[in-house]
């Protein structure tokens, strides 16, 4: 999609629009050819209006008697740009600031920008990540307005369910080749899958009822609230607790707070008031590795950035954390024939595919990657996991993997911790959801009676009182 759009050049191979050879050097290019991307992380400026974000290197400017003026008419965009909005049908208040409007609302914006510049092709990166359960279904309703008035629209995803639900046709990627390219009506969710990964895939949860003993809190968060460099508090008063035998999943919209909280669980960040409590022992505040050698599993994010190191060898990633352990070393050495045979055993149990057993973890693909990252952090049994995003990035066969060893340690009688902005992710592993809205647990659930209209409802920070009794 970056080639589509001029952010990068292909070393070969040739674009066509309507049978003719383009060649795109920058995303001005692109959009003077007709088409438009609206990227998974916006680009808008909060403190401008909605208005003046769409115009933003298009403005209008005043013309005088001896041409353009250096001064921007605010009038004629404003009447151009209600023109736009009214011809497409999408609902702005032009006159908004974009700090002050919600998410969806700047999906919208986003939208209305490309629009505006009068693109025929709309290409949509991951366009539902972001949004609430509501939000996503009115995204859905614009789309198919925007394809009966002709438009072309290529919708990214990794949730199958919008894609057949949006779609005409689909194109099947995998490793950068493609592999399928079907009509929507002759295909399922499950051949999807099928097709993606080359093998069955489960892709419901198939969660039992063996559950946590009612009264045993193994984990327990108290006022927990933190500031940021700025000295804006990001947290506040976060009241949670997990049983031995529980999944606590935690939703909301990327943003408010969950990354915040995942570093404070994890030591990479200082709470400035509560406590957080681990099998009766106040944890607060602890280094990442006296975290886990209590006896709790982090699962960060980004697999790169906080779990791995492209540039290490894959024996010394898959003990990384735990070098300290009497396995791995002994009086400050490394016994790395113990590493080794871990590694290999890890290897196999985990079903982890490497080509070089001596070599770098950039070798693996991002589903083993990740596989690693679960075979070291589950490896140890620990009585608590913390899961950010357990599954971004991976592929259905490998999210089919994660999840399953989630539950697996569900079953022993470890309690864990669930960050996700996949709210199905969400509603099929948890016992209980709590939902964060700008720094807060808005809400707590129990997965088993809630549904998805109730959970987007506390994401876009509108509460009842029965989701606040569990």
Not at 407 to 436: C, H, N, P
Request: charged content about 25%; hydrophobic content about 40%; overall charge neutral.
């Amino acid at each position: 999609m970056n080639m589509l759009y001029g952010l990068s050049r292909p070393t070969s191979g040739k674009i066509f629009i309507r049978e003719k050879e383009v060649d795109f050097f920058t995303p001005l290019d692109a959009i003077n050819a007709g088409i438009g991307m609206v990227h998974q992380h916006f680009k808008l400026v909060p403190s401008l209006t909605i208005c003046e974000n769409i115009l933003l290197g298009v403005e209008i400017m005043y013309e005088g008697k001896l041409g353009k003026l250096p001064f921007i008419d605010s009038k004629k965009e404003y009447e151009k740009v209600q023109k736009v909005s009214d011809k497409f049908k999408i609902d702005l208040n032009l006159k908004d600031k974009v700090k002050d409007i919600s998410i969806g609302l700047k999906q919208r914006v986003e939208i209305m920008k490309m629009l505006y510049r009068n693109v025929n092709i709309l290409i949509l990166d991951e366009p539902t990540a972001v949004l609430t359960p509501q939000e996503v279904d009115d995204l859905i309703i614009d789309l198919k307005e925007l394809k009966d008035k002709g438009k072309t629209i290529i919708f990214i995803s990794h949730k199958l369910s919008e894609v057949m639900e949006v779609s005409d046709s689909i194109i099947i990627i995998r490793r950068g080749r493609v592999i399928g390219d079907v009509k929507t009506r002759d295909i399922t969710e499950q051949e999807i899958a099928q097709i993606m990964v080359g093998r069955d895939v489960v892709l419901r949860v198939n969660k039992d009822e063996i559950g946590c003993s009612n009264n045993d809190v193994i984990y327990k968060l108290e006022n927990i609230s933190t500031k940021n460099m700025l000295g804006e508090e990001v947290l506040s008063d976060i009241n949670i607790e997990v049983k031995k035998g529980e999944i606590l999943g935690i939703a909301g919209v990327e943003g408010n707070g969950q990354n915040e909280l995942v570093m404070i669980l994890t030591g990479l960040m200082i709470s400035t008031k509560g406590k957080i409590i681990f099998n009766s022992k106040n944890i607060t505040n602890w280094w990442p590795a006296d975290i886990r050698e209590a006896g709790i599993g982090i699962i960060h994010e980004d697999r790169y950035a906080q779990c791995l190191c492209r540039d290490m060898t894959i024996s010394e990633n898959i003990i990384a954390g735990y070098h300290r352990n009497p396995d791995v070393s002994k009086h400050g050495m490394m016994r790395y024939g113990e590493i080794a045979k871990k590694r290999d055993r890890l290897v196999k149990e985990y079903d982890i595919r490497i080509a070089n057993p001596d070599g770098n973890v950039s070798q693996l693909s991002g589903g083993n990657a990740q596989k690693l990252i679960i075979a070291r952090e589950f490896d140890p049994n620990p009585k608590l996991l913390i899961a950010y995003q357990p599954t971004h990035g991976l592929d259905v066969g490998s999210i089919e993997f994660v999840h399953n060893k989630i539950l697996e340690l569900r079953k022993q009688g470890a309690g864990v911790v669930m960050v996700s902005s996949d709210l199905t992710e969400i509603m099929s592993l948890s016992d209980r959801i709590a939902v964060m809205y700008n720094g807060r647990i808005i809400g707590k659930v129990d997965a088993h009676k809630t549904n998805t209209a109730e959970i987007g409802m506390l994401m876009a920070g509108i509460t009842n009182k029965r989701s606040n009794q569990i």
